[in-house]
């Protein structure tokens, strides 16, 4: 598997299928993801209150783990990589001092492609928060993580 997400970052443009889509490992990253994606504090750390549990807008956490699921498939995207971005995003609050302010927000979207997105809440006003945004991606382009299924983005205070 490392050999592969080193293989997809020196080739961020060509799709490596995962290996064992449906098998037992795959299935316990895919449950380790939306864990995380659930309860921020796994990967923000001290950066989340604790507590903090994102929401899913448009669905139960059960139909937006089976959507995520067809997302990586489509994709050919591990759920480590998703796992990968999002534990970047929490060293980098955590680096720069930024903290989440509001539930997280979790939704998929299998229209016009298929993609998931989260939004970090955080404590600053959105135009600050844009600028760290801009930022986060510098970071994410430069790992080569920045990929199309997953979005993930800074933003303002939300709903607590």
């Known amino acids: 598997m490392t050999v592969m997400v080193t293989q997809a970052r020196a080739e961020p443009h060509r799709v490596v299928p995962a ?12 449950d380790e993801l939306i864990g995380a994606l659930r309860n921020p504090s796994v990967v923000f750390g001290d950066a989340a209150t604790p507590g903090m549990r994102a929401t899913c807008e448009m669905a139960d956490w ?16 591990p759920p480590a990589d998703m796992l990968a971005a999002l534990r970047l995003a929490g060293e980098f609050a955590r680096k720069h001092g930024l903290r989440l302010y509001g539930s997280p927000w979790f939704c998929t979207f299998d229209v016009d492609g298929m993609w998931a997105r989260y939004d970090i809440h955080t404590t600053l006003e959105w135009q600050e928060a844009i600028s760290w945004d801009d930022r986060f991606m510098d970071v994410l382009v430069a790992q080569r993580m920045d990929r199309g299924s997953f979005h993930l983005q800074f933003s303002g205070r939300g709903p607590l």
Not at 62 to 77: D, M, P, Q, V
């Open 19 to 30: 290996p064992g889509i449906g098998s037992m490992a795959e299935e316990a990253s895919l």
């Open 62 to 77: 059960a139909a937006s783990a089976a959507a995520l699921k067809r997302i990586l498939a489509f994709h050919g995207t």
